[in-house]
Every structure is written in C-alpha cells, then in structure tokens.
C-alpha cells in the first residue's frame, strides 16, 4: 500500500486546534523539519545535519536498543544510549520544541529516522 500526498490546507483541515504534525526530511547535507498547525507552517533547517550522519546515530541507537534488557546493567551501554539519545533529541527536537507545547504532536520521518 502506497500512501498518497496531500497538500497542506488539506492537513491543516484535518488537525485539531491542540494537534501538530512535525515532518522530517533530509537531503545530502541539509536536514528540513516542516511543521505544521491548523494555523501555521513553519519550515526550520536543521543545523549541522545530513542524511549520511543521522542515519548512522539512527542505527546505532537502535542496536543499542537491541542490546540493552529491560533493566541495563551494562554502565557503558546505558551511558551510550543516554549520549546518543540526548543528542538526536537536541538534534531533531530542540529546533521545533517551541511550536510543540501543549499540543499532541504527530511525527512523519524521513527514511534516515526509521
């Protein structure tokens, strides 16, 4: 199954007034996050990101994931988790963080995020 496009009156239609939708999307060396509200747009370049680098953190904090029990007792592995996970999170949060509060949010990935 194929999703299909839609365009953004369409989206901002379809959105709650509490509700906002963040879209990632990465090119070579630029990373976009493109938000979205039922009553405004935002695009917002992502410093210092490319699709080559997210895409290598992606990966390896899901292997971390993998690696880890329920209850990490590996001091090493949890404190390269916590790392990796801060740092995504200042990465492709942080920018957006201002249009999120008090808002359920909806996120669409780019392949690299997935």
Known sequence: MKPEAIDLQELQKLL?????????FFTGNTGW???VARDEFKSIKLPGLNKKAILEEVTELRSL?????LRP???????????????LYEQLI??????LSGRKVFISAD????
Do not use: I, N
Not at 65 to 69: A, D, E, I
């Open 73 to 87: 007792t590996s001091a090493s592995l949890r404190g390269r988790y916590a790392k990796l996970a801060y740092k």
């Open 111 to 114: 392949r690299s995020l997935y």
């Open 94 to 99: 942080e920018p957006v963080k201002p249009y």
């Open 16 to 24: 709650e007034q509490d509700e906002v939708v963040v879209s990632y």
């Open 65 to 69: 994931v993998h690696k880890m029990p």
């Open 33 to 35: 996050a493109f938000v």
